[in-house]
């Protein structure tokens, strides 16, 4: 009988576990030099394993009197599998023999502890396997009407899935994961009987927090597999906390814990400001009573285990560390049963092979097999391979000899040698890149390993560098999205995350490929990293990862005034009081990026004899008035920002009349004037503060400007911004407001505006009629509070072409809405409405609509959403299927009675401000500013006339609306621990 055998075997590993306390046996264990923990370890997992098994059976057993067939059949398979591992590893006699000291192994190289050791490790991955296989059944019998419904998504990288992702042959892999991580979501049963019979074990194995390593050389897929597992919807609702961070080969403790708080809270550029211990409080109060997951992708070093683990809080509640690392060791540092991550199979490689290279499509042209199937199979079994090589040969139109020069070149590479493989490949896919996209394929390098690369910025960079040339009416600009588009189409570079309109916001390279990037570039004397261990040498491109700045008057000597162009700085907790630019090896510096520096008193004023300076990014505070930008006549981009929120910047106002000036990017409180002669070659502007005491801002001045954020302070009249309709190329527009009473929309927009953001405006919802006319609107977002109101009925001639629409932080309580107008819409974010009960139910009608994200909302909004989806998916018949993404949902609450209401508006002013303050924060893409000081603080101050009446309505509205939800969210919290869901395992 199975539960015999179980029973029996589990006798047997008891007793080893007591013999190898005994002196006799301890000995001859001391004397092979085996280490105890290791052995004792498994016998402890194989306990577990085999008690777990105990459990199952009995549970099976119950169902099998009810009638379940399944439960029959998987008792039957137990029955078969635990007899066999029985009697095939002979685990008593072998025992036996090795305590009386008769073992023999046939093998002088092989010790007997050695080989019961690895013995007693093959048993435990018997039992893991077919405990995968008890856990799959289990789970899909328990949670299989469930999963139907599920279109949870983890972020937006997993719900913006992008045209050319292709995924093959990890559905396994993945399910396995998700069991091991979260069975005790589905398996409730048989834990509470393995926790009735054994609470050690059930506390060790079962609560306690524990990693689980996936482990595989680089390429292999261990990263997609891990956020697949991540992202899955399983591991979503098993989890009332998930965080992801890069770890990467040269660990920082302080980003690690800074990258983890800032996927469980909102955070500001001021937690730099304070030390890893600080930090690690804040990661540790955060985590502490919470089932959590956290995922540490790319692990290198134990050391860079144990710096982290430490902060991580043992909650015994299931709380779960999944680990993606190279190294075994590591592996089975952290893990007496790492997960070992499968090569591809030559089935799996085909599919991806021919799927990447023909589009999705399976069909493949008979002249090619042959070739094709030479090629797959010199890829090794590696992943990464396959998509580099598809990447190359996407591009080709089917030339046959390109395909045989990537066979040949395949075929020269040893069956092991992966480095070679991959070096080779890209090697390969670099020589075949048209020259103007080489040195931006090159570019790569100067970034960090892992590093999550804003798109914008390597753009601009690309621009300072003269990559990009002119290409017919195409902006510089532009031409940069279409050289990183083909960069991505030939696999060369990923995709990190899309904004709300689906563009690639941020983008990365895989760190084998970054590997041949640095080293090619370091070879060919191109790049130079500067750390604790490298010194300086003469390099064009110098990437600077020191506490310190380390161009100095003995470092430059070897340096010609021709040789460094480029200093990019990633020293991100290093603040410089006075550093020098005054040497001789900077003269022709092109490109300065500091903005991860923190300057403590102002900037060096010798920056503005680097007159070839083409790119300036500066992180300080103070005073620059005095600093003499106009001597940097070549500047393109100039990005000005301030390290502390409170700490506000002055600058010069005559910046945009730097001639060749295409990007400025400075604080919000920034003094600017627009130039006083046309700039046709100004792009970008964020930020421009108009002020009531300003004149008329004359934007014809900048006719050619595309992008523009204008803060406001003080009243201004609709007329004030009436210029804004000469800018006929600007496509995106953001208004802020600060200390403002009323703020009025312009008169006119941009003719061709595609996206507008309004942030802190206090709108009634009857003046969205006119946004609505815009006729070119893509997206829109409506932040804290852009417009006031409990309920929005759209026109029906508006948003004819609107995309996207976010909504973050309102009152809107009731949205009248249907298809009709938004008939192309296709993402809905909301965010922190917590008056909002429903999502219009006629938006099933939207045939576009592909993408709905909650998050902090009510439930009732999450039901509504998940109704659409489901009346889509009908009306669909499986195509397009609309995603719904949940974060943060709360349980309904009784509606608070007036009383109660009028006790919590008579709070003093400063606490509802300060608990706002609090509740207002968001993850939302621009950090939170220092206007959000006064942004309720005057309203005492109105004037009363009607149409201000209605404002100082609005606003005692959102105050009142503020402090409702306070004490909404600590009833919530009440009510969810008196219900036990805090709890869960």
Not at 219 to 225: A, E, F, N, R, V
Not at 456 to 469: D, H, S, Y
Not at 609 to 614: A, S, T
């Amino acid at each position: 009988m199975a539960f015999d055998a179980v029973t029996t075997l589990i006798k047997i590993v008891e007793a080893a576990e007591q013999d190898l306390m005994e002196p006799k046996l301890l000995s001859s264990l001391n004397a092979e030099g085996l280490m105890m923990v290791p052995l004792l370890e498994t016998i402890k997992l194989l306990s577990y394993n085999l008690h777990f098994l105990q459990a199952f059976l009995v549970e099976c057993k119950t169902k099998m009197n009810d009638g379940d067939t399944m439960a029959r059949r998987l008792y039957t398979d137990v029955q078969v599998e635990v007899a066999r591992t029985y009697k095939q590893n002979e685990i008593q006699s072998k025992l036996r023999l090795l305590y009386f000291g008769d073992y023999w192994v046939g093998s002088a190289e092989v010790k007997p502890c050695e080989d019961i050791h690895h013995r007693l490790k093959g048993i435990v991955r018997d039992i893991e396997e077919l405990k995968d296989r008890i856990l799959e059944e289990e789970r899909r019998a328990a949670l299989e009407a469930e999963e139907q419904n599920i279109t949870i998504w983890d972020t937006y990288q997993n719900a913006l899935k992008t045209e050319n992702e292709v995924i093959v042959g990890l559905d396994i892999d993945i399910e396995r994961i998700v069991n091991r991580l979260c069975y005790s979501y589905f398996m409730g049963p048989v834990l509470t009987i393995l926790k009735n019979n054994n609470i050690d074990k059930f506390r060790k194995y079962v609560l306690k927090l524990q990693a689980m390593p996936l482990v595989g050389e680089g390429g292999i897929g261990k990263t997609t597999l891990a956020k697949r597992v991540y992202g899955h919807p399983i591991t979503i609702a098993s989890f009332h906390i998930r965080a992801w961070v890069v770890v990467s080969k040269v660990h920082n403790l302080k980003e690690m814990l800074i990258g983890l708080l800032r996927c469980i809270s909102p955070i500001t550029s001021e937690i730099y400001d304070l030390d890893e211990a600080q930090i690690a409080e804040k990661l540790n109060t955060s985590l502490m009573g919470q089932k959590y997951l956290i995922f540490l992708d790319d692990i290198w070093t134990t050391a860079a285990w144990n710096a982290i683990q430490e902060y991580l809080p043992e909650n015994f509640n299931g709380s779960r560390i999944l680990v993606t690392t190279r190294f075994k060791e590591v592996s089975e540092y952290l893990s007496m049963n790492p997960y070992l991550v499968r090569y591809q199979t030559f089935s799996d490689r085909w599919e991806l092979f021919s799927r990447k290279v023909f589009r999705q499509s399976l069909c493949f042209p008979s002249k090619c097999v042959p070739i094709g199937e030479r090629i797959v199979l010199g890829c090794g079994g590696l992943p990464l391979v396959v998509v580099l090589v598809s990447g190359l040969l996407a591009t080709t139109k089917g030339s046959l000899e390109i395909w045989r020069d990537v066979a040949r070149t395949l075929d020269g590479v040893g069956r092991y040698d992966n480095n070679k493989r991959i070096s080779k490949i890209v090697s390969l896919s670099y020589k075949s890149l048209p020259s103007h996209l080489k040195d931006c394929f090159h570019y790569f390098g100067v970034f960090p390993e892992d590093s999550d690369i804003s798109v914008k910025k390597l753009i601009n960079l690309w621009v300072a560098e003269r990559f990009l040339m002119p290409h017919n009416n195409m902006s510089l600009e532009e031409v940069g999205e279409s050289y990183l588009h083909d960069l991505i189409n030939r696999s060369l570079v990923q995709i990190n995350e899309l904004s709300i309109d689906g563009k690639v916001k941020s983008c990365s390279i895989h760190d084998r490929v970054h590997e041949v990037c640095v080293r090619e570039a370091i070879d060919g004397n191109t790049l130079c990293i500067i750390n604790d261990n490298h010194a300086l040498k003469a390099s064009h491109w110098l990437r600077c990862q020191t506490s310190y700045w380390p161009i100095t008057r003995a470092s430059y000597g070897n340096c010609g005034p021709n040789e460094i162009h480029y200093v990019l700085c990633f020293g991100k907790d290093v603040i410089h009081s006075k550093f020098r630019f005054v040497y001789p090896c900077l003269k022709l510096l092109r490109v300065l990026d500091l903005s991860l520096v923190k300057c403590s008193q102002g900037m060096p004023c010798e920056i503005t004899d680097l007159v070839h300076l083409r790119y300036l990014a500066l992180s300080t505070i103070g005073s620059l008035y005095e600093f003499r930008f106009f001597k940097l006549k070549n500047l393109v981009t100039l990005i000005v920002t301030s390290w502390m929120e409170k700490c506000h910047l002055q600058l010069p106002c005559d910046i945009l009349d730097l001639p060749q000036l295409r990007h400025l990017h400075v604080d919000k409180r920034c003094s600017q004037y627009l130039p006083c002669l046309v700039k046709k070659d100004l792009q970008t502007l964020y930020w421009l503060k108009v002020a009531s005491s300003d004149k008329k801002p004359n934007f014809g001045m900048v006719p050619n400007l595309r992008e523009l954020g204008i803060f406001i302070e003080g009243q201004l009249a609709p007329s004030h911004l009436g210029s804004l309709v000469h800018l006929h190329l600007l496509e995106k527009l953001k208004f802020e407001v600060g200390r403002v009473e009323r703020f009025c929309l312009p008169t006119g927009f941009p003719p061709n505006l595609k996206k507008l953001t309004l942030r802190y405006t206090y709108l009634p919802w009857k003046e969205m009629d006119t946004i609505g006319m815009l006729s070119h609107l893509e997206m829109l977002k409506l932040k804290d509070f852009a417009f006031c109101g409990p309920t929005w009925e759209p026109s029906e001639q508006g948003f004819r072409k609107l995309k996207a629409l976010l909504i973050s932080h309102s009152s809107l309580d009731h949205w009248n809405a249907s298809s009709n107008h938004f008939p192309v819409l296709e993402r809905l974010v909301l965010r922190y409405c917590w008056e909002l009960k429903q999502v219009p139910t006629n938006f099933a009608k939207i045939g576009t609509l592909n993408l709905i994200v909650l998050e902090c909302c009510y439930s009732s909004l999450v039901t509504s959403a998940m109704l659409i989806s489901s009346a889509k998916s009908e009306t669909l018949k499986g195509k397009a299927p609309l995603r719904v993404r949940k974060v943060g949902t709360k349980v309904e609450l009784p509606v608070i009675e007036s009383s109660e209401e009028e006790s919590v508006e008579s709070s003093e002013e400063e606490i509802v401000e300060s608990s706002e303050e609090e509740s207002v924060e968001s993850f939302e893409e621009e950090s939170v500013t220092s206007s959000k000081e006064s942004s309720f603080g005057s309203s005492k101050e109105l004037c009363v006339g009607s149409s201000d009446r209605v404002r100082l309505k609005a606003r005692k509205s959102v105050r009142k609306y503020m402090k409702k939800m306070v004490s909404n969210s600590l009833n919530a919290f009440k009510e969810l621990k008196r219900s036990g869901k805090c709890c869960n395992l």
